[in-house]
T-cell receptor, first 110, second 115 residues
Framework: AQRVTQPEKLLSVFKGAPVELKCNYS??????LFWYVQYSRQRLQLLLR??SRESIKGFTADLNKGETSFHLKKPFAQEEDSAMYYC????????????FGSGTRLLVRP | DVKVTQSSRYLVKRTGEKVFLECVQD?????MFWYRQDPGLGLRLIYF???????EKGDIPEGYSVSREKKERFSLILESASTNQTSMYLC??????????????FGPGTRLTVL
């Protein structure tokens, strides 16, 4: 079964602390993995994707096929990082539909 | 800059009413999607469309139908609204393909309340 699991509903950290949002997936084959973010009163938008192997707003995520994980990390959290984060997996058939995790709300306190 | 718009930001309807949610995208995308977003459940796919007049059921299609008569417009229809359809509805679009083009662009959402 195709599934994305985000075990934490809420992650609260202080400004400047490291952040790791966990994501595990279940998929037969080689998926494409994404992190989407939704800031308060804004639309859902792509943060980063595993194939790009880039850092966006200081966030990185490495695909670990052995552990079927795609955790999102940032060494020093900022207050503006407070948002809802969704890990998603793209079906590699012609639908390209996204399978989302349940989301983790990140709260960065001053 | 891709723009996906949804006809209403907030909508209040009564049980049993027929409800139309409209989504329009201006980037000539073939693929369009309707999700509902609920706390603790994330986003769940209701229906998607490969192209004009083509549609496929997603994971939770019961109680919903869709229409795609024009490429830019994808409508979600609640034939007889029920209280358990109270939710945030998100529309998205993308071009077909994987890799760097595999990004869905989302609308601002419609918060539907069914009384």
């Amino acid at each position: 079964a195709q599934r994305v699991t985000q075990p934490e509903k809420l992650l609260s950290v202080f400004k400047g602390a490291p952040v790791e949002l966990k994501c595990n997936y279940s998929y037969s084959g080689s998926p494409e993995l994404f992190w989407y973010v939704q800031y308060s009163r804004q639309r859902l938008q792509l943060l980063l994707r595993h194939i790009s192997r880039e850092s966006i707003k200081g966030f990185t995520a490495d695909l670990n096929k052995g552990e079927t994980s795609f955790h999102l990390k940032k060494p020093f959290a900022q207050e503006e990082d407070s948002a809802m984060y969704y890990c998603a997996l793209s079906a590699m058939d012609s639908s390209y539909k996204l399978i989302f995790g349940s989301g983790t709300r990140l709260l960065v306190r001053p | 800059d891709v723009k996906v718009t949804q006809s209403s930001r907030y909508l209040v309807k009564r049980t049993g009413e027929k409800v139309f949610l409209e989504c329009v995208q201006d980037m000539d995308h073939e693929n369009m999607f309707w999700y509902r977003q609920d706390p603790g459940l994330g986003l769940r796919l209701i229906y998607f469309s490969y192209d004009v007049k083509m549609k496929e059921k997603g994971d939770i299609p019961e109680g919903y139908s869709v229409s795609r008569e024009k490429k830019e417009r994808f409508s979600l229809i609640l034939e007889s609204a029920s209280t358990n359809q109270t939710s945030m509805y998100l529309c998205a679009s993308k071009v077909p393909g994987t890799g760097v083009v595999n990004e869905q662009f989302f609308g601002p959402g419609t918060r539907l309340t069914v009384l």
